[in-house]
T-cell receptor, first 113, second 110 residues
């Protein structure tokens, strides 16, 4: 079955530690995205990548970093510079330029204490 | 910045009734999409309407788009308890960027 896999589902970290969230897709999509969702709020774009080895900042990129070394993978690192990292993180992918919808993973809930 | 805003924030209806939720957005768009999110899960795409379309149907879903008012509505007819979820509109700007609204939380009471 094609889809997007995010792991782990729950992640706990101490303040000051960097943490990397995994996102893998086997849909052969060119574009991949990371969104952050806070309780009762919509999704805010962190980073997106339209092609391997290229990515752009979204609205709230500060304190986050990404890489896109393979088409299938788009890991997100939450660094210690991110002031409020506790949130629900969603990864998505889509075909390029085909007005295709976003396909989402089931998210990673990160709690930093 | 948040591109879209849904209204109402929360909606509670009886099973069998229709549910209508609205979305307003700020800038010109290529298309507008509606997504559904069950609690603690990822979003699932429901329907896409292009900027040159005014209405679209898919099963029990009906979407309208008014680009002059920068608004869209999603109607779910004959609602079921399984429709309980949050619903988001998303606008696609140029460059494959998608921006989401704040969502409407729908509760369908059996």
């Amino acid at each position: 079955d094609g889809g997007i896999t995010q792991s782990p589902k729950y992640l706990f970290r101490k303040e000051g530690q960097n943490v990397t969230l995994s996102c893998e897709q086997n849909l052969n999509h060119d574009a991949m995205y990371w969104y952050r969702q806070d309780p009762g709020q919509g999704l805010r774009l962190i980073y997106y990548s339209q092609i391997v080895n290229d990515f752009q900042k979204g609205d709230i990129a500060e304190g986050y970093s990404v890489s896109r070394e393979k088409k299938e993978s788009f890991p997100l690192t939450v660094t210690s510079a991110q002031k409020n990292p506790t949130a629900f993180y969603l990864c998505a992918s889509s075909n390029q330029g085909a007005r295709s919808p976003l396909h989402f993973g089931n998210g990673t809930r990160l709690t930093v204490t | 910045s948040q591109q879209g805003e849904e209204d109402p924030q929360a909606l509670s209806i009886q099973e069998g009734e229709n549910a209508t939720m609205n979305c307003s957005y700020k800038t010109s768009i290529n298309n507008l999409q509606w997504y559904r999110q069950n609690s603690g899960r990822g979003l699932v795409h429901l329907i896409l309407i292009r900027s040159n379309e005014r209405e679209k149907h898919s099963g029990r879903l009906r979407v309208t788009l008014d680009t002059s008012k920068k608004s869209s509505s999603l109607l779910i007819t004959a609602s079921r308890a399984a429709d309980t979820a949050s619903y988001f509109c998303a606008t696609e700007l140029t460059g494959n960027q998608f921006y989401f609204g704040t969502g409407t939380s729908l509760t369908v009471i059996p």
